[in-house]
């Protein structure tokens, strides 16, 4: 079983950043993929960003390439860096683990969620 738990999220104006961090607990994150979704008000949660599990491959969404940065440290702690920051990124941001490197939202294991609002 893997915990996860997020932090990092908060309010910053338009074209500020802010660095998301997803800690496990339970099981090293070492042979996991790593994803990070987001949930606006009213909308589905979509796919932001993955890694594989040797950190080797990394996937973004158009919508958030050349901004984001996903990366994950060789212990238990992934990290989403966000640049550039634009109303439409306010959401609930979630981290998840699987053992594969998915772009759908079938992940194992998830966090709660941090909130982001990004304020123009």
């Known amino acids: 079983q893997v915990q996860l738990v997020e932090s990092g999220g908060g309010l910053v104006q338009a074209g500020g950043s802010l660095r998301l961090s997803c800690a496990a607990s339970?099981?090293?994150?070492?042979?996991?993929?790593m994803g990070w979704f987001r949930q606006a008000p009213g909308k589905e949660r979509e796919f932001v960003a993955a890694?594989?599990?040797?950190?080797?491959?990394t996937v973004y969404a158009d919508s958030v390439k050349g901004r984001f940065t996903i990366s994950k440290d060789n212990k238990n702690t992934v990290y989403l860096q966000m640049n550039t920051l634009k109303p439409e990124d306010t959401a609930i941001y979630y981290c998840?683990?699987?053992?594969?490197?998915?772009?759908?939202?079938?992940?194992?294991?998830w966090g709660q969620g941090t909130q982001v609002t990004v304020s123009s």
């Open positions: 998840a683990a699987d053992g594969t490197l998915k772009l759908d939202d079938g992940y194992d294991y």
């Open positions: 339970g099981r090293t994150l070492r042979r996991y993929a």
């Open positions: 890694i594989n599990w040797s950190a080797t491959s």
